[in-house]
């Protein structure tokens, strides 16, 4: 087998060095280039397997560089090895054909070398894939496809995990002193309205960050009380903009109390996702849609002919087309996924799996009936929480449980510690606030028996909220200690547990999931 070739493009010579070392050892010939037009002068005369590129580069930036190879042999792998990049350079990157990002400084050289195996076993099996008979040509371009969207959530995951805990810090401050502002309802109307947009807009970029991080597989989906008249009215009134206007839609989405356990981006999807699917079923997109969203107790005679539902209080979900219709061959198998009747081009066959799999991990149940030629009824069934969760889910401040005892609060965050400070102090308690790991380390030393409780932050500069907390336990093994982070791949809640912390917080920070916490890890 001939040995494979590689070129790396990087204008730092320590690190292309490296690189270079690595790879040379690890088999390959490598060829080095160290700006962008240097790498294009030696892509033109080598030729090599696969490419390893810098964005930030002299002369030729990187995604210029990666827009001539991939013009220049769109076959050939290109990796992107940056430090400098933003979330956005690496959407573009992925768009101009790059196969995977890996952020610098690269703490393990192994990575690297992963990756390049990973993508050169990716041209070698495209390559014989090409070599398979007629019958296997769609069989292989659904996989290969699987694979460059796995490929794609990866690279961007790695970039958005990394801007979470960032994002989520500036959001707490959000969060924080706006819940503080409506609690001290120092305010008119007019204020307070203004006040409910600020802390709507944050929570929505809050959930925007966790859809990003579900999506790329970096964190699971977070659910809480909430209440989803609102989320339907809004992805209805999106669908409409999106549709043609021979498509007429009826909805009965009456506000009332109830709430569920969901997500508001998920529930956002459902309703997109079964309105799209009812779309695409309707001749010519002309037809009428109906979606109805209404509270409904479940008795024993309708749970036993609705596949997971139990007997209880739901809101049902109805979406409603009179479309094409299913065939009963494969009603069966539309929630399977990758199952699809759609031309080629018109769907991938995931749209009702995902809408099967959130309903099933809301605890909810998915009923279908359809008639060939008649159109189709989809009626998902959520359960309905109690009365105080659904309370919470409107925002109301129900039974706010408060303290007196003295707590540390650590973030090395200034603007962050003043508002774990000021949040703490307006549920009763004494608060002592550092902005250092060590300083709040020495402070809890001279008086171990002075605090009832500490919370820190995780990423810290000097020492790690976990290192901080086990060192506090050390002294004082019954202290009960809160982790919080904006967002980390290295300590999970599980893992903090298991560590002996007392709970385990996700920033942004609201007033309600603090005192909450608080309370809990004090009482236990």
């Known amino acids: 087998m001939p040995q494979p070739t590689l070129l790396t493009v990087e204008d730092d010579p320590i690190v292309r060095r490296a690189i270079v070392s690595y790879m040379i050892k690890k088999g390959y010939h490598v060829y080095e280039a160290e700006d962008g ?50 979330l956005d350079d690496a959407i573009k990157a992925l768009q101009l054909g790059a196969w995977d990002y890996i952020t610098k400084p690269i703490n393990d050289m192994a990575l690297l070398g992963h990756a390049v195996s990973r993508a050169l076993e990716r041209v070698a099996l495209e390559e014989e894939n090409k070599r398979y008979q007629h019958s296997l040509v769609e069989e292989v371009e659904k996989r290969t496809a699987e694979l460059q969207q796995s490929q794609k959530l990866e690279a961007v995951g790695t970039l958005a995990g990394g801007i979470a805990h960032d994002f989520n810090n500036i959001l707490s401050a959000i969060m924080g002193y706006t819940d503080l502002a409506i609690l001290d309802k120092k305010y008119d109307a007019d204020h307070e309205k203004k006040l409910q947009m600020i802390k709507k807009a944050s929570v929505r970029a809050r959930d925007l960050v966790q859809q990003i991080l579900t999506f790329s597989r970096r964190a ?53 996702n079964l309105c799209t699917n009812s779309l695409h079923s309707m001749p010519k997109e002309t037809g009428v849609l109906e979606v109805t969203l209404t509270p409904i107790s479940v008795s024993g005679k309708l749970a036993e002919t609705v596949p997971d539902l ?36 018109q769907g991938t066959g995931m749209g009702l799996s995902v809408v ?11 009923d279908v009936s359809s008639e060939p030629g008649k159109g189709t009824t989809f009626d998902l069934y959520f359960p309905v929480l109690e009365k105080v969760l659904a309370e919470q889910a409107r925002g109301m401040v129900v039974n706010l449980p408060k303290g007196t005892e003295t707590v540390i609060f650590v973030d090395d965050e200034p603007e ?25 380390l020495e402070a809890f030393r001279s008086n171990p028996k002075g605090f009832d409780l500490v919370i ?69």
């Open 37 to 86: 037009q240097d790498g294009i002068d030696v892509f033109k005369k080598k030729r090599p397997d696969i490419v390893l590129t810098d964005l930030a580069l002299p002369v030729v930036n990187g995604l210029a560089f990666l827009s001539f190879v991939k013009k220049e042999a769109p076959d050939t792998p290109v990796i992107i090895v940056s430090g400098m990049g933003t």
């Open 220 to 272: 699971d989906s977070i659910r809480t009380p909430i209440q989803i008249y609102p989320t339907v009215k809004e992805a209805l009134k999106l669908l409409r903009a999106s549709i043609p206007t021979t498509v007429e839609i009826k909805h009965d989405i009456a506000a009332g109390p109830e709430a569920i356990k969901a997500n508001p981006t998920e529930i956002h999807q459902i309703v997109m």
């Open 310 to 345: 139990e007997p209880g209080d739901f809101l049902k979900l109805t979406v409603r087309d009179n479309g094409c219709g299913i065939d009963s061959t494969v009603v069966d198998q539309i929630f399977d996924p990758f199952f699809t009747t759609k031309e080629p081009g």
């Open 356 to 366: 099967h799999g959130i309903v099933h991990d809301c605890g909810g149940a998915i």
């Open 416 to 440: 962050l510690a003043g508002l774990g400070e000021k949040l703490l102090a307006y549920l009763g308690y004494k608060v002592v606030s550092f902005t250092s790991g060590g300083a709040a």
């Open 456 to 524: 820190t932050d995780q990423t810290m500069p000097e020492i790690p909220g976990s290192e901080l907390g086990k060192e506090m336990m050390k002294i004082r093994p019954d202290l009960p200690v809160i982790l919080c982070t904006g967002h980390s791949s290295i300590i999970t809640p599980e893992k903090a547990k298991q560590l002996g912390f007392r709970d385990f917080l996700m920033k942004p920070l609201s007033i309600h999931s603090l005192a909450n916490k608080v309370r809990k890890a004090l009482d236990n």
